[in-house]
């Protein structure tokens, strides 16, 4: 009776360990969705930064 139990649990176990781990797949993907859209944002934010300071340094020379 001992092993079935053991062996119920264990299995119970087994159902929650791979729910968990679906649930952290879900996430990953979810997360990695935003990366690309992240990094362009962040790319455009340093290049306008940077067309600022050229248009900065332009009126500065040319003043």
């Known amino acids: 009776m001992d ?4 062996q119920a649990d264990l299995d119970k176990l087994h159902a929650e360990t791979m729910r968990l781990l679906d649930d952290v797949q879900k996430t990953r993907r979810a997360e990695q969705r ?18 600022a300071v050229c ?3 332009a009126k500065l020379f040319l003043h």
């Open 3 to 6: 092993i079935l139990k053991a």
């Open 34 to 51: 935003w990366a690309p859209i992240l990094t362009a944002s962040a790319f455009l934010a340093v290049g306008t930064g940077f067309a």
């Open 55 to 57: 248009v900065q340094f």
